[in-house]
């Protein structure tokens, strides 16, 4: 928990870093125009110049080295609104100057942690009015002159700017978040395809398809034989390589639009859209040659074959779920006939379509 939120306050830092150099450089404009009839004492222009351009690198480092870095960050945008309270107050509460100093840090804090922050932040700011009172005096100040305006106007144009492109910059991570945790949601972590749920949501969305477009299609599924022996004996790192490689060979042997999946287990699962079954049965036996002809380097006794059974689309079928039960019997047909091979779902008036396909 402690490592997520490190890593969550290191860039919460950086994303904080560039608009602060921005708003206290040209916030220190409008400061500075507003404080300067009044002739403060030195020590105040001073403290004006450290606030201005020293501050945001002090406030960075600071947080970067901080073993917390979120909770530094937010302890930096706290003194933010005790500097800007403490600003407002020093200028005799000049109408534009000072409040847009005091929106531009409260709209930091809402956007950095909502009414929370919010509140926090505006009891810094009255915090830093009652320091400034304290030192220097109260004081008002309720004419703004041209000089002031024109001094406050990079203010209120470049660091709304500079705040809108952090977000902009920072919705695009989210979008980028969200779908790479919409993939991971899909698929299976060990071999990388489509897991259970996913592949059954598009193997109805193909059923879907075929019933209305009379489109051809064809599923397979696939199991490795003796899975359980191969774990028992060798170890189940052995196992998860024999996966690995059927998961490796299926994206090397398939097409694009071929789709497979892990259905669970040691059993695969595809669909192969607009393939007859003569297409899908050569491609098939290509795959359970290739994995057969595997060798572990270190395990070279080891051997890996596959029962496979595939069906094809019928307008008979009246479910998704039918569908699957006839590869699924094809798959028992295979392992029935002795494993390592590929069975077709009725097989005699399939071996037929395969003998005369025209």
């Given at each position: 928990?402690?490592d ?8 919460f830092?950086?994303r ?15 400061a500075?125009?507003?404080v ?6 030195q020590w105040?222009?001073l403290?004006?110049?450290?606030n ?5 690198h ?6 970067r ?32 100057p ?7 840090v409260?709209m ?12 926090r ?7 830093g009015?009652l ?7 109260p ?9 002031q ?8 144009t470049l ?11 920072l919705?695009?991570?989210l ?7 919409g993939?991971?949601?899909r698929?299976?972590?060990l071999?990388?395809?489509?897991n ?5 949501d598009?193997?109805e969305?193909?059923f879907r398809?075929?019933?209305q477009?009379?489109?051809?299609a064809?599923?397979?599924l696939?199991d ?8 028992d004996?060798?170890g189940?790192?052995?196992g998860?390589c ?6 490796q060979e299926l994206r090397?042997?398939?097409r694009?639009n ?10 695969f699962c595809?669909?192969f ?16 040659e290739r994995?057969?002809?595997y ?11 596959l ?11 009246p ?26 779902a ?13």
């Amino acid at each position: 928990m402690t490592d997520n939120k490190s890593g969550k306050g290191h860039s919460f830092v950086r994303r904080i870093y560039r608009p602060r150099i921005i708003g206290k450089g040209i916030g220190l404009i409008a400061a500075a125009a507003a404080v300067a009839p009044l002739h403060p004492p030195q020590w105040v222009w001073l403290l004006m110049l450290v606030n201005g351009l020293a501050w945001p690198h002090i406030a960075y480092f600071w947080a970067r080295r901080s073993a917390m870095p979120y909770q530094a960050e937010l302890r930096n945008l706290q003194l933010d609104s005790v500097a800007a309270g403490f600003w407002a107050a020093t200028m005799h509460f000049n109408p534009l100057p000072s409040l847009t100093i005091l929106s531009m840090v409260t709209m930091n804090n809402v956007a950095a942690g909502g009414r929370p922050m919010l509140v926090r932040g505006l009891l810094a700011q009255v915090a830093g009015v009652l320091l400034s009172m304290a030192l220097l005096g109260p004081g008002l100040q309720l004419q703004t002159t041209s000089l002031q305006v024109y001094a406050s106007l990079p203010m209120l144009t470049l660091y709304p700017l500079a705040l809108g492109w952090v977000c902009y910059q920072l919705a695009i991570q989210l979008a980028e978040h969200k779908r790479r945790l919409g993939a991971l949601s899909r698929t299976d972590s060990l071999t990388g395809l489509l897991n259970h749920g996913s592949w059954k949501d598009l193997l109805e969305k193909k059923f879907r398809i075929c019933q209305q477009q009379k489109a051809p299609a064809v599923i397979a599924l696939i199991d490795i034989d003796h899975f359980k022996a191969i774990n028992d004996t060798y170890g189940h790192g052995v196992g998860d390589c024999a996966l690995l490689q059927l998961s490796q060979e299926l994206r090397r042997n398939l097409r694009q639009n071929d789709k497979a999946g892990r259905y669970g287990g040691d059993e695969f699962c595809v669909i192969f859209p607009n393939t007859d079954e003569a297409q899908a049965y050569l491609a098939m036996e290509r795959l359970r040659e290739r994995v057969a002809a595997y060798r572990n380097p270190h395990l070279p006794e080891l051997r890996i074959s596959l029962s496979i059974g595939l069906a094809a689309f019928s307008t008979h079928l009246p479910t998704p779920e039918h569908w699957l039960l006839e590869a699924d019997q094809a798959l028992y047909a295979a392992k029935h006939q002795g494993r390592d091979q590929v069975s077709l779902a009725h097989a005699e008036a399939a071996a037929l379509r395969l003998a005369y396909p025209d």
